[in-house]
């Protein structure tokens, strides 16, 4: 009689766990089947006004067919800042932090993947001594008061995906990751733009302290002979003093220029990722301002959607808000979880003992559905719904804006290029005009004819429009370098390159476990935006 019950014990216990199964993977298929469904907006990009047209595009030293800015810098023709711009993408350490916060977002984002699946495991074991009171109430149905008992099992727990929280949290890192690449692309413009920016500043004061050392020589030259006119006695000491206020006026000029010029050396050798002072063997050979090529390609407005960094990384800001959304929003609705509990459990109770944990008799267990609803939140989850949505409404205000400041910037800078040009062709006329009457001044004062001050005045004009035309010709470059920029060019220089040199990667791999996130393949490519959506999670 006791066998026939126990084996009808078995049986009954053999049922119920079959049923259990049965209903699990019944809930597990719903889960699956359900998992289309999600709250919250579908992210649509939002409209961006832009022109047909820049407003220089007739002029004829612009070319407005399809934008070739990938290595724009080429376009000057000077080794030098090739080589310059060169290190810079390999030694900048403002370009190795964006790199490496590629990295952060790419482990954000496998939390997000994480989160997918079962979200709590817990493997627990404890050895345990118990010793009850004797006038606890189990004390009068029995007389065991001090045993041992031994346990080893799993917990988990899956919160169901049924109205896409987490696939929307996923959709949110994903744009965020993105983001963050755009981030890095925008700091290659960044800095491809700022090291051209230093190198052509560089080479104009060393053109200006050039001309400023020239017309120190001259005008020695002059107060030499306003010196000999006097002691001659065929002129005042006017002369000679006029000559040498002239003088030391030039010369002052001088030491401001090699300030400015040690400066830009100084923010050069930052930007190579170097201490200042070292930048001076790289710059060697002659001191001439990059030129610009005789025309120039912008290509069309609308390529700045697809160009810039900082407009798709505004547009990707906004994705990952509008998915925000939906994970505020599934909060409304109930979450369905599945958790269960299986372990082995043993005593050293009567004949029992705690090697008896490894026996399938030892099995304990425990599953089933969970149901969890915030029915009264008195408005707070709907208020947090509306905050997320106004958050994503002045984002998709903010790329709109971001997208006509990327246009103003190319319309400034397009004309700063330009008209830049035709100042610096009214200068080399005046320069040379200027050339031209300090010549006759200097003839006609040896000769007698004139006084000393139109000397001096000549030689005043000469060395205003000579720095003046110098100083145009580094802004025309500069300006030039400027609509590069604001154009979006220079972070192709990254393409089939690792975001983070090896040298940092072996860093942080000796430091922590990276797994596979350390990989090139692991990280995205430079001018792709598909997420990558729900992938396994990385170990």
């Not at 001259?218 to 002691?231: C, D, G, S, V």
């Not at 390529?303 to 900082?310: A, C, H, K, M, N």
């Not at 008896?356 to 030892?362: L, Q, T, V």
């Not at 099995?363 to 994503?392: E, K, M, S």
Request: proline share 4%; net charge neutral.
């Amino acid at each position: 009689m006791v066998n026939a019950t126990q084996a009808f014990k078995r049986k009954l216990v053999m049922r119920c766990e079959i049923k259990l199964t049965e209903f699990c993977v019944f809930c597990l298929s719903a889960s699956l089947l359900l998992s289309g469904c999600m709250v919250g907006p579908d992210f649509v990009s939002p409209p961006a006004d832009t022109a047909d047209q820049w407003l220089e595009a007739g002029d004829k030293r612009l070319k407005t067919g399809s934008g070739n800015d990938r290595q724009w810098w080429k376009a000057f023709n000077d080794p030098i800042l090739d080589q310059l711009i060169n290190r810079a993408y390999q030694q900048n350490l403002s370009i190795r932090v964006a790199g490496v916060r590629v990295l952060e977002a790419r482990a954000q984002l496998g939390i997000a993947i994480g989160n997918f699946y079962p979200q709590n495991q817990q493997l627990a074991g404890s050895l345990t001594k118990v010793h009850l009171s004797q006038r606890a109430p189990q004390a009068a149905f029995s007389r065991i008061f001090d045993y041992a008992q031994t346990q080893l099992g799993l917990t988990a727990s899956w919160e169901i995906d049924f109205w896409g929280r987490f696939r929307r949290a996923i959709e949110s890192a994903d744009a965020d990751f993105q983001a963050t690449v755009a981030d890095y692309n925008n700091a290659l413009v960044s800095l491809t733009a700022d090291v051209a920016h230093a190198y052509i500043t560089i080479r104009t004061l060393e053109k200006r302290l050039g001309i400023a050392r020239q017309n120190v020589d001259t005008q020695k030259e002059n107060l030499n002979i306003a010196e000999i006119r006097y002691n001659g006695g065929t002129t005042s000491e006017r002369d000679v003093e006029q000559a040498r206020t002239v003088l030391a006026n030039t010369q002052a000029s001088i030491p401001s220029l090699e300030t400015g010029l040690r400066q830009q050396q100084n923010a050069l050798s930052v930007l190579l990722g170097m201490p200042p002072g070292k930048v001076s063997g790289l710059l060697a050979g002659t001191a001439q301002i990059p030129a610009p090529p005789a025309q120039v390609s912008v290509g069309i407005p609308a390529e700045l959607l697809r160009r810039r960094p900082d407009v798709l990384r505004a547009e990707l800001q906004a994705a990952a808000q509008s998915a925000s959304i939906g994970v505020t929003k599934a909060a409304l609705y109930p979450a369905f979880s599945l958790t269960g509990t299986f372990g082995l459990l043993s005593s050293d109770v009567g004949s029992f003992a705690l090697g008896d944990i490894f026996m399938w008799k030892s099995r304990t267990a425990n599953f089933g559905p969970a149901l969890q609803w915030n029915i009264l939140n008195y408005g707070q989850i709907t208020n947090q719904v509306r905050v997320q949505d106004a958050r994503l409404q002045g984002l998709l205000v903010s790329y709109q804006n971001t997208v006509l400041t990327a246009q103003r910037e190319v319309e400034d800078n397009l004309v700063a290029f330009l008209r830049s040009q035709e100042r610096a062709r009214y200068l080399g006329d005046s320069t040379a005009a200027a050339q031209r009457s300090l010549n006759l001044a200097m003839l006609q004062y040896r000769q007698g004819i004139t006084d000393f001050t139109t000397v001096l005045t000549a030689q005043q004009a000469l060395l205003n429009e000579q720095d003046s035309l110098a100083n145009t010709l580094g802004e025309i470059s500069n300006n030039l370098v400027s609509v590069y920029r604001a154009l979006g060019g220079g972070w192709q220089i990254r393409e089939g390159k690792d975001v983070v040199p090896d040298a940092v990667k072996e860093q942080m791999a000796k430091r922590t476990d990276w797994g596979d996130l350390l990989k090139p393949a692991a990280q995205p490519s430079p001018d792709t935006k598909t997420p990558s959506g729900i992938s396994w999670p990385r170990w």
